[in-house]
């Protein structure tokens, strides 16, 4: 599971990495076209001090080299999941940055999630249909339209398909007694969103919702 200040820093940091709907300038070579895909990235996250998030960006063993080095290797963010900011980026830090944040050589083990690309890439497509950047406020709770308050789960499912479910952290955003409850212990419902996404075209396959009793 990526716990959902984690899984928000990470769509945050993808979205400045590698933009969506970004593509590959005219005449570009199969290594240029594949280095602008989110899916050849592999992701690595962990809690920092005071809030932060580290994500770190790096191409996924065996994608899109054919001969000779690869130049673009990755990056690596500091990421404000609760402003919904991002903080500094290494390489290409200005000296604002640099001053003001030091990045560690590696990513702090406690907490530390690692994702192969083609699960991240899965991942930011559902949690940009869930969420969209561009949508205004609904009328739910607001923390149910906040990126950190959801939990997210991925998992392969059969021919290129990966599985990505969100569900509400309580912590964040607790249960409203007044919405659906179990019938037997009328205790709040956790609803349950579940995604199918193609990661061979980038697209989703289907999208259902349930309600489970709360862990």
Not at 142 to 168: I, K
Not at 198 to 208: A, E, N, Y
């Amino acid at each position: 599971m990526v716990p959902a200040t984690v899984a928000a820093a990470i769509q945050l940091a993808m979205e400045d990495f590698r933009p969506r709907g970004t593509k590959p300038h005219r005449g570009s070579d199969p290594v240029e076209a594949c280095l602008y895909q989110r899916q050849s990235f592999d992701v690595q996250a962990a809690p920092s001090t005071d809030g932060l998030v580290l994500v770190r960006f790096s191409l996924s063993p065996g994608a899109c080299i054919e001969e000779g080095p690869v130049l673009d290797m990755g990056s690596t963010y500091a990421v404000d999941p609760r402003q919904g900011r991002i903080v500094a980026v290494q390489p290409g830090a200005s000296q604002a940055q640099a001053v003001s944040f030091t990045f560690p050589e590696e990513l702090p083990l406690q907490g530390l999630v690692r994702l192969d690309g083609n699960t991240a890439a899965a991942i930011q497509l559902a949690l940009e249909h869930f969420l969209p950047w561009e949508a205004p406020p609904s009328a739910q709770p607001a923390c149910l339209d906040r990126r950190d308050s959801y939990d997210v789960t991925a998992a392969p499912g059969p021919e290129g398909v990966v599985l990505v479910q969100l569900t509400v952290d309580v912590q964040r955003c607790p249960p409203d007694p007044n919405e659906s409850v179990e019938a037997t212990s009328g205790k709040p419902l956790q609803e349950v969103v579940l995604y199918a996404v193609d990661v061979r075209t980038q697209r989703l396959l289907s999208i259902g919702r349930r309600f489970q009793r709360h862990p």
